[in-house]
């Protein structure tokens, strides 16, 4: 028998008999991100947050995930005040306020989040929750490049090429 056909059965036949190990990880995930939240690392509110707005290791509960990135940002953590100014731009858990999803994401983006500077300037290059600015854009997008975002450089070189 070739190695090769040996491990591709050995993975199939893991995967058969143990199909909850990923199960187990994110529930011990979730576990993990509670107890960090309630003692106030903020990440781990941040992280248990996004857990609940994708469903990952949780019944998915938009209201849970609004509540965590809220607390989270509310104590200046960069990555929760993206994930709730996500949750504002979509609607999701909350009424919809593209003017609240900007606020957010500049919070974000001032304390660091390459995502909030990212949606930031899609937010400025489409105008929606502030006057269509490219200039604006272009400066989002640098700064989410330069916080090594991959699509904020994608989109910098777009708009400076389209210049």
Same mark, same amino acid.
């Given at each position: 028998?070739?190695?090769?056909?040996?491990?591709?059965?050995?993975?199939?036949?893991?995967?058969?008999?143990?199909?909850?190990?990923?199960?187990? /990880?994110?529930s011990q995930q979730v576990k993990? &991100?509670?107890?960090? %939240? $309630?003692?106030?690392e903020l990440a781990g509110c941040s992280n248990l947050g996004w857990m609940y707005e994708k469903g990952e290791?949780?019944?998915? /509960?938009?209201?849970?995930?609004?509540?965590? &990135?809220?607390?989270? %940002? $509310?104590?200046g953590n960069a990555e929760g005040c993206t994930g709730l100014g996500v949750m504002y731009e979509k609607g999701e858990g909350v009424t919809q306020d593209s003017f609240q999803a900007v606020a957010l994401y500049r919070k974000a983006c001032d304390g660091g989040s390459a995502e909030g500077c990212y949606?930031?300037?899609?937010?400025?290059?489409?105008?929606?929750?502030?006057?269509?600015?490219d200039t604006d854009a272009l400066n989002y997008f640098g700064k989410a490049?330069?916080?090594?975002?991959?699509?904020?450089?994608?989109?910098?070189?777009?708009m400076k090429k389209e210049r």
């Open positions: 028998m070739n190695l090769r056909y040996l491990l591709l059965i050995t993975t199939l036949v893991t995967a058969c008999v143990f199909p909850s190990l990923s199960l187990a /990880d994110e993990t &991100y509670k107890a960090q %939240c $309630d003692r106030g290791g949780v019944t998915k /509960d938009s209201f849970q995930a609004v509540e965590l &990135y809220r607390k989270a %940002c $509310d104590g949606n930031l300037g899609v937010m400025y290059e489409d105008g929606e929750g502030v006057k269509q600015s490049c330069d916080l090594k975002d991959e699509d904020g450089c994608k989109n910098y070189a777009r």
